[in-house]
């Protein structure tokens, strides 16, 4: 038997409800902000033991965060680089910031995992969901430019200092300044035409068995010619890691059989190089480029007679805009670096005299990844067959990217099924270790970090080859339903057909919204568990999603969340909030919807989910849809 409800009934009660609020004086539902952890500047990083009061110095273009430990105020950019004490009184401490330009101020609330942004009149615009973060100790919020320094000059982040937070892949921060991106990045419109393929694992080369080991590679090289040999660079050996420092950071590899040779000690260059994290060749001078990453980015350039490389020059790419080069690749005349902070490929091309840093350098341009859906460009690689570039993230869902030199994308490639690189470092385009007249691209991993786990040493390098993908499964037209069975109508048994099946889940005719069925939640011992589907979709559009719950009359403090998480075809992109029950709805039907999802860059499915926790009551579910915005 369906139940009519008032509208505005219904928006009452799912306000309070959901954890969401009407928008003052207009009775506007609030959409759910984008919010997406962009940078992580740990406690050590930044010389403070616990970060405490953090506020934005306009003058010096810096954060001003303090000990809470000591008092001590630092001065650091917000790529990280700390460039002296702050005077004068702190801020104090506060959980709430106001962007100057629009006037929006936002607020976190740690108890509920959200932060809501109002306008200058107190109008509530948007809520955005920062469970995933985990957050513990959250101690003080500020509004301040965002550490890409090729966005906008009105690009804004917010700074969070905590105690601990999970990162993208859900470690531990530890005490730390999170970056928390609050715009969504506008993907190109190309990458919907590109072909998704599969990238197939054909070898693995145990890196951390090299003599002596290798725990994180993060360059990699080809030099071909009589030497034949992968190049690749670790920029974390000399730390503390369960390898141990043996005066080798760079290594030559055969491709064939993976037996290594230690080559190059960076340390003893001037001024060092304690991080040769890229790597890249040019055939044509015969030199190796290896380059260190951060806020002094600086790339050296080595020569070769041999086996042997000697180091004959370096020069500062941070003069040129370069935040943080990670990755290096060479090709067509040009040095192609990987920059992690400002999510851009920026291109060098050569000269007459084939050296950089002088004044016969042509024009330097550049583009940006983040369009493409790479928002960690670490690995580069150069294909000399076609004369594009491939593109490997370091963030999980992310997968490779082909593109021109110009940035157009080409093509796209999943992690084929059980084949899960940890954190891809460094890519290399390089002849196949089976027919060496295919190229394949080789991919070094430097599994768990060392600020994670000490005692680590997980290095890998994997040889890749990238296969046509099976055809997607045609996506749902817009405003047509992508759920099969939403409305809970079919059973196998008396379990809704096309949702995963629980005992405590049950197709039920007691109490329904729409045609004759209902999804029936009952449990009497506080039971927790999730009932999801997975659907088709498709990337970088806007869904419209809506379902109802009813729960009547009791006293348990039972909770449903109901949740979309973004996938690939293997792996997950990213999870959003849509709505939860935190008691009974007086035996109503209340609608949770969210009308503005977008899914991410790199979606081919989407997976409702309803999380269900200390249910010791009934509770129905009907009429769930998620559908493309006509």
């Given amino acids: 038997m369906s139940r009519a409800v008032p509208v505005v009934l219904a928006m009452l009660l799912t306000a309070s409800l959901v954890g ?18 962009e940078n992580v500047l740990t406690a050590d990083r930044i010389g403070v033991r616990h970060p405490g009061n953090i506020s934005w110095d306009s003058a010096a273009r810096a954060l001003v965060v303090a000990d809470r ?3 001590v105020a ?14 004068g009184k702190v801020a104090d401490a506060d959980l709430s910031a106001t962007d100057a330009a629009t006037g929006h101020r936002y607020t976190l609330r740690p108890e509920r995992n959200e932060i809501l942004e109002r306008d200058a009149a107190g109008t509530l615009l948007s809520v955005r969901d920062v469970s995933s973060l985990q957050l513990r100790g959250a101690d003080a919020l500020t509004v301040a430019p965002t550490s890409d320094t090729t966005d906008a000059a009105d690009a804004i982040s917010l700074y969070l200092s905590v105690a601990d937070a999970a990162d993208e892949d859900g470690a531990s921060t530890g005490p730390s300044v999170l970056e928390l991106a609050v715009t969504q990045p506008v993907l190109a419109a ?6 998704e393929n599969v990238a197939s694992l054909v070898k693995t080369i145990n890196t951390a068995g090299f003599s002596p080991a290798s725990p994180d590679p993060s360059g990699i090289a080809y030099v071909g010619e009589e030497l034949d040999r992968l190049v690749v660079g670790d920029g974390e050996v000399d730390e503390t890691t369960g390898a141990g420092f043996h005066g080798v950071n760079v290594w030559l590899v055969d491709r064939v059989t993976g037996a290594a040779s230690g080559a190059i000690n960076t340390l003893t260059a001037s001024p060092s190089n304690n991080e040769p ?10 030199r190796l480029y290896l380059s260190k990453d951060g806020s002094s980015s600086r790339v050296w350039v080595y020569g070769r007679s041999g086996s042997t490389f000697t180091q004959i020059a370096s020069f500062g790419v941070s003069g040129l805009g370069v935040g943080d080069a990670e990755g290096l690749a060479f090709g067509g005349d040009t040095l192609f670096i990987g920059d992690g902070s400002n999510k851009e490929v920026w291109s060098l091309p050569v000269g007459a005299d084939r050296t950089f840093g002088t004044a016969d350098d042509p024009p330097v341009t ?6 493409l859906g790479i928002n960690d460009a670490e690995a580069i690689g150069y294909n000399t067959d076609t004369g594009n570039l491939w ?41 196949s270790s089976a027919d060496p007249s295919k190229l394949n691209l080789w991919i070094v991993d430097r599994g768990i970090d060392n600020n994670d786990q000490s005692s680590e040493n997980d290095g890998k390098l994997y040889e890749v080859r990238i296969d046509a993908g099976e055809p997607p499964p045609p996506p749902p037209d817009p405003g047509s339903n992508a759920l099969q069975n939403g409305g809970f109508e079919t059973a196998n048994g008396s379990s809704p057909s096309n949702w995963t099946t629980d005992p405590r889940f049950t197709q039920s005719n007691t109490d329904v919204h729409g045609g004759s069925f209902s999804g029936r939640h009952f449990a009497t011992d506080d039971s927790g568990y999730t009932i999801e589907q997975t659907a088709a979709a498709v990337a970088g559009v806007q869904y419209q999603f809506s379902a109802w719950i009813n729960a009547p009359t009791t006293s348990d403090a039972f909770k449903v969340v109901l949740k979309v998480q973004w996938r690939t075809n293997s792996k997950k992109i990213s999870v959003v909030t849509l709505g939860r029950i935190r008691q009974h709805t007086n035996g109503v039907w209340t609608l949770i919807s969210d009308p503005d999802l977008v899914s991410p860059a790199g979606t081919t499915r989407a997976r409702v989910m309803m999380v269900v926790s200390s249910l010791n009551t009934s509770v129905y579910v009907d009429d769930f849809s998620l559908a493309i915005s006509p």
């Fill in 190 to 195: 190309a990458l919907a035409a590109v072909p």
């Fill in 277 to 286: 994290v890229g790597a890249a060749y040019d055939p044509v001078a015969d």
């Fill in 20 to 37: 969401g609020a009407t928008a003052s004086g207009t009775g506007a539902r609030p959409t759910k902000g984008y919010v997406r952890l």
């Fill in 69 to 71: 430990r000591t008092g």
């Fill in 366 to 371: 550049h583009f940006d990844t983040s369009a």
């Fill in 74 to 87: 630092r001065l650091v950019k917000a790529q990280g680089h700390v460039i002296g004490s702050a005077s």
């Fill in 391 to 431: 593109l490997a993230s370091r963030r999980e869902g992310e997968g490779i990217l082909e593109v021109t030199p110009g940035g157009v994308p080409v093509s796209r490639a999943h992690y084929a099924s059980g084949f899960d690189p940890l954190s891809p470092g460094g890519l290399e385009v390089a002849p």
